[in-house]
């Protein structure tokens, strides 16, 4: 962290800003304040004017409408069209910068893939589209069509099956409005990498659809970090140090991750799970008891009255909601593995890991699936759904202790390895 700055009152502005992970980096960059301001469209010109903030940062809606307001753009960002830095001279001024254009090419560099002579397709019109389209053309991308959402219609999207680049500047699929994409991946057979420049969720609809596919992907998070990066140069006067924006990005990646605990019934989910978060200092949650503050009704109880099949149409329900949080401890359900659906869910922004126990330790108290199916029957069903879901599985010994820190080893591992 460079220090020097805590006199300076930095911030991001937006409409929506949600859970943004700004504060976190540029609390790694520097030691100046650095506020979220959520502000209506109406209020746009006398926030930026008024003088509340030294230096800010721009997001969604404003990169375009916050242009009028300044009193200098620099080239770069003139060229573009879109303004995500703004940084008030001691003379008064506002002049107005464009990082997320060195962001974007950090993103590129990342998916390692040649883009000259390529065809790129990129969803949206804004801000962000702007600048995506400007370093594309740079990179040299032999031809590049841009999807707006008149646009964005069977029709249109077949003229462009032959896209081998696929780039989301949308919200589309952002926290809280996850697991949407703004098309699917599959109409682009030749596609060899996709950009999505959302990192809320870590992997969206359309990045989880890459996966699937085997397609190489780069979420938001990296441009988010290097365009801060590059901001932090303008706000301070001053050079980021070497190495800082993956540093950063890796503990940004791990700080923001799920810990997420599957396995059978009577495995330790929860108990272990509580200990987990208490060592992390992260929040807990049981899928069980998430089910019962929502539904009304505890899990159990909802198989017996209700049936399995019914019960489960409503803990994907809760699922779903617990899947969109960010750097939590979340224990699932001893059968949430039974339904596929729930997989992308845990997946988008945790790191899924399967506790392995002898069928003879299992506890089955509570449990009525457990109490009228042989343990050995039901691991023989699911067992291939656990490994499926998870990308580690640590066996347990019956010592709690080392089963949570064969768990945060992994976790550790599987983050630092990114």
């Keep these: 962290m460079k220090i020097g700055y805590k006199n300076m009152k ?6 929506h800003l949600g859970h943004s ?19 209506p469209p109406s209020e746009l010109e006398a926030f930026v004017k008024r003088g509340k903030l030294d ?32 940084v008030r001279g001691k003379d008064g001024k506002l002049r107005g910068y464009n990082t997320d254009y060195f962001g974007f090419n950090h993103m590129i560099d990342l998916l390692g893939a040649e ?5 790129a397709v990129v969803f949206g019109t804004g801000g962000a589209s702007l600048t995506v ?17 008149e646009d964005n219609n069977p029709q249109t999207l077949a003229k462009h099956s032959d896209a081998q680049i696929v780039v989301n500047a949308t919200p589309v699929g ?20 996709v950009l999505d420049v959302i990192f809320n969720p870590a992997k969206t609809a359309l990045l989880l659809k890459a996966e699937e596919l085997g397609i190489p992907y780069v979420n938001g998070l990296p441009m988010l970090v290097a365009q801060a990066a590059k901001a932090f140069e303008f706000f301070t006067g001053d050079q980021y140090e070497s190495g800082c924006i993956e540093t950063i990005t890796s503990l940004i990646e791990e700080k923001t991750a799920n810990v997420v605990l599957v396995g059978m019934p009577g495995c330790g989910k929860t108990t272990v799970g509580k200990k987990i978060a208490q060592i992390l200092d992260r929040p807990f949650f049981d899928a069980d008891a998430e089910f019962e503050k929502i539904m009304g009704i505890h899990p159990s109880v909802s198989i017996l009255e209700e049936g399995e099949d019914r019960f489960r149409e409503l803990e994907h329900t809760v699922i779903e909601e617990l899947g969109k949080k960010s750097g939590c401890v979340i224990a699932t359900g001893g059968g949430a593995v039974t339904r596929e659906c729930n997989y992308a869910p ?28 042989p343990a050995e029957e039901m691991y023989a069903k699911r067992v291939s759904s656990y ?14 202790d080392d089963t949570l820190s064969a768990i945060i080893s992994e976790f550790k591992r599987i983050h630092s390895g990114k």
């Design 133 to 149: 389209c400007a370093a594309l053309r740079d990179r040299g991308v032999g031809e590049l069509a841009v999807i707006g959402i």
């Design 21 to 39: 992970f700004s504060p976190l980096i540029h609390g790694e960059l520097a030691d100046y304040s650095y506020e979220l301001c959520e502000i």
């Design 55 to 86: 230096a800010f940062n721009v997001t969604i809606p404003y990169k375009k409408d916050v242009i009028p307001f300044l009193d200098e753009i620099s080239p770069e960002a003139l060229a573009i069209g879109a303004v995500n830095t703004v």
């Design 346 to 373: 845990l997946h988008q922004n945790g790191s899924i890991f399967f506790i392995e126990r002898e069928l003879k330790n299992l506890a089955k108290d509570g449990r009525p699936l457990s109490a009228k199916t």
């Design 174 to 193: 952002m926290y809280p409005k996850n697991g949407i994409a703004p098309a699917d991946l599959s109409l682009f057979p030749k596609c060899v990498g």
């Design 10 to 15: 930095c911030g991001l502005i937006g409409e």
């Design 387 to 400: 490994r499926r879901f998870a990308d580690a599985t640590v066996f347990s010994n019956e010592i709690v």
């Design 115 to 119: 883009l000259a002579g390529k065809k």
